[in-house]
């Protein structure tokens, strides 16, 4: 069975940094395509950032410059490093497997960030 | 990538039928067969009910079905349920570099 539990959410304040983690069993992070998928109180889900198999990394607009995703082979688990940090910033973030054919397959349960002071 | 346009509501008496639309561009609805459904009740996850325009993944009822034409998608639900009502998402691919564009959502209320 498949599956994705995050962690590493809180609350921080506007402009601090934070680590989220995706840890994965019955599946292979390296392997396949994975996201970050983020969703405000009250608000839709909105994509994020993308690491490929082959290693390419991809951001939306507006985390460009401030997310970074990676992965670490040899603990199977996903990584959105967070810097400077706003309150629009504010969500419950996914992680989710992306196939091949662009669908979300497997998510995981959400971790809520909240940027505050 | 602007998000994909989706009716803010709909609903329909038990055992009715109910169509959510999702409007995109030839960028990226239009442009691939790659338009997926999620289904998402409060405080959970999203959960996927339609995978490349009309496919559904094992578990997913037949009531659920898929289609496209042109630059919109539709997620279509039969014999409405209880259980139906949620919230859902439509997305598309839109580029290697935008791998995915997400509607605004629609909430599904079963009268």
């Known amino acids: 069975e498949v599956q994705l539990v995050e962690s590493g959410g809180g609350l921080i304040q506007p402009g601090g940094s934070l680590r989220l983690s995706c840890a994965a069993s019955g599946f292979t992070v390296s392997s396949n395509y994975m996201s970050w998928v983020r969703q405000a109180p009250g608000k839709g889900l909105e994509w994020v950032s993308v690491?490929?198999?082959?290693?390419?990394?991809y951001y939306a607009d507006s985390v460009k410059g401030r997310f970074t995703i990676s992965r670490d082979n040899s603990k199977n688990t996903l990584y959105l490093q967070m810097n400077s940090l706003r309150a629009e910033d504010t969500a419950v973030y996914y992680c989710?497997?992306?196939?091949?054919?662009?669908?979300?397959?497997?998510w995981g349960q959400g971790t809520l960030v909240t940027v505050s002071s | 990538q602007s998000a994909l346009t989706q009716p803010p509501s709909a609903s329909g008496s038990p055992g009715q039928s109910v169509t959510i639309s999702c409007t995109g561009t030839s960028s990226d609805v239009g442009g691939y067969n790659y338009v997926s459904w999620y289904q998402q009740h409060p405080g959970k996850a999203p959960k996927l009910m339609i995978y490349?325009?009309?496919k559904r993944p094992s578990g997913v009822p037949d009531r659920f079905s898929g289609s496209k034409s042109g630059n919109t998608a539709s997620l279509t639900v039969s014999g409405l349920q209880a259980e139906d009502e949620a919230d859902y998402y439509c997305s598309s691919y839109a580029g290697s570099n935008s791998p995915s564009v997400f509607g605004g959502g629609t909430k599904l209320t079963v009268l």
């Open positions: 490349e325009v009309s």
């Open positions: 690491i490929y198999s082959g290693g390419s990394t």
């Open positions: 989710a497997s992306l196939s091949q054919t662009a669908y979300y397959g497997y």
